[in-house]
Structures are given as structure tokens and as C-alpha cells.
């Protein structure tokens, strides 16, 4: 029962370097979310997907991109890793009644 | 704009103490609200959630939450505290699409033994 899996579960990056967070979920939902996490300003919504096929900006899109790839995978890319985006990054699937979460990447980019 | 507000920030209890954790949000329709737990180094955890009816949930670990409209609040409460539940608590209300969920800062538990 593996839920929603995200990988790899720490990085460390220098600035400028490019990376991609990976995520899938076994639980058939349509809606998947890109959230990071810092201190004392809890989960902030990066961008989610609705459905296969789309994607939009949440609260703190700027430096990210997203591909949904299919039903199951969503994944996070920096293009430019810059110091701001050390966090914690969770990837998340709904299923209409709740949010369900990976348990989480640590990123630090130096 | 949704929000959510949870004003503590840090909150330390003794073991067998009862807990009450604050969340007020700001949403103009009709709220799904939630609270999850996170423990270090965890992913978050749900707790419970309310989207209709009676307004008092039950949730996992003995925790319940009780959603008030008219003081746009849904405390998070427990009788007696354990000190495994030493975590930081997040409340989050729902759109009523489901398509976006906005997150509390979250308040961090401490347990005196």
C-alpha cells in the first residue's frame, strides 16, 4: 500500500544546477499538488494538477515548473536551483475527501 | 482569499493534560476542514476532517474537532495528551471543489512528562 511516493529524498544542489522532484501515486486520484515546506510558514501550494493533461500555478509558482505525465506521476522541476528554494518539497494526491501525502523531499541548495 | 490562522505558534502541555489547538479560517462558502498531524521528519498525517453535519468529528489517536461557523473556528481537542503525540498540527480547509487546500502555519506540541 504504497500511497504517494516521491523521490529522491534528499539533495543537495549547488546554485544554478537543475533538478527534477519525481512523484506517483497508486490510488487512482485525479488532483496531485506540489507543496513546500518551510518553517513557521507551514505547506505553500507551488502548483497541482486537477486532471491528466492539466496544470496550474499555486501560491509560489515562480522558479518551478511541472509536468504531469500521466494519471499516477507528477513531477517538480527547478531549472535554476537558487538558495530560496531550500525546503522541505511534499508531494500530495486527493481524493475528494482528504489530501494525502509523500513523505517529503529535502532540498538544500548551496 | 481562503486563510487559515492558527495563533499558536509553540504549545507545551504535562502528560495527561487535556489539549485544545486553535484554527480559525476565512472562506466564503461552506468549509471542508481538516486537521493533520506531522511528526519530525514525516510526511503530514490526517487527523480528522468535517464537511457536513453534526458539527463535532471524531478522528484517529482519541483526537475530536469541533467546527463553530459563527466564529469561523474548527479547535482541535484531546482529553488526555500522550507524549507520542509530540508533533507539529496543521489545520487546512478545502475548497468546495476539492481542487485547493490552504494550510495553517501549524502549532508544535510539546508533552512535559
Known amino acids: 500500500n504504497a500511497g504517494v511516493t516521491q523521490t529522491p529524498k534528499f539533495q543537495v544542489l549547488k546554485t544554478g544546477q537543475s533538478m527534477t522532484l519525481q512523484c506517483a501515486q497508486d490510488?487512482?486520484?485525479?488532483?496531485m499538488y506540489w507543496y513546500r515546506q518551510d518553517p513557521g510558514m507551514g505547506l505553500r501550494l507551488i502548483y497541482y494538477?486537477?486532471?491528466?493533461?492539466?496544470?496550474d500555478k499555486g501560491e509560489v509558482p515562480n522558479g518551478y515548473n511541472v509536468s504531469r505525465l500521466n494519471k499516477r506521476e507528477f513531477s517538480l522541476r527547478l531549472e535554476s536551483a537558487a538558495p530560496s528554494q531550500t525546503s522541505v518539497y511534499f508531494c500530495?494526491?486527493?481524493?475528494?475527501?482528504?489530501?494525502?501525502f509523500g513523505e517529503g523531499s529535502w532540498l538544500t541548495v548551496v | 482569499a481562503q486563510s487559515v490562522t492558527q495563533p499558536d505558534i509553540h504549545i507545551t502541555v504535562s502528560e495527561g493534560a487535556s489539549l485544545e489547538l486553535r484554527c480559525n479560517y476565512s472562506?466564503?462558502?461552506?468549509?471542508?476542514l481538516f486537521w493533520y498531524v506531522q511528526s519530525p521528519g514525516q510526511g503530514l498525517q490526517l487527523l480528522l476532517k468535517?464537511?457536513?453535519?453534526?458539527?463535532l468529528v471524531q478522528g484517529i489517536k482519541g483526537f475530536e474537532a469541533e467546527f463553530k461557523r459563527s466564529q469561523s473556528s474548527f479547535n482541535l481537542r484531546k482529553p488526555s495528551v500522550h507524549w507520542s503525540d509530540a508533533a507539529e498540527y496543521f489545520c487546512?480547509?478545502?475548497?468546495?471543489?476539492?481542487?485547493?487546500?490552504?494550510f495553517g502555519s501549524g502549532t508544535k506540541l510539546n508533552v512535559k512528562p
Open positions: 494538477s486537477a486532471s491528466e493533461g492539466t496544470t
Open positions: 468535517y464537511f457536513s453535519g453534526d458539527t
Open positions: 487546512a480547509v478545502g475548497e468546495d471543489n476539492f481542487n485547493k487546500f490552504y
Open positions: 500530495a494526491s486527493n481524493s475528494e475527501y482528504a489530501i494525502y
Open positions: 490510488m487512482n486520484h485525479n488532483s
Open positions: 472562506y466564503g462558502a461552506t468549509p471542508y
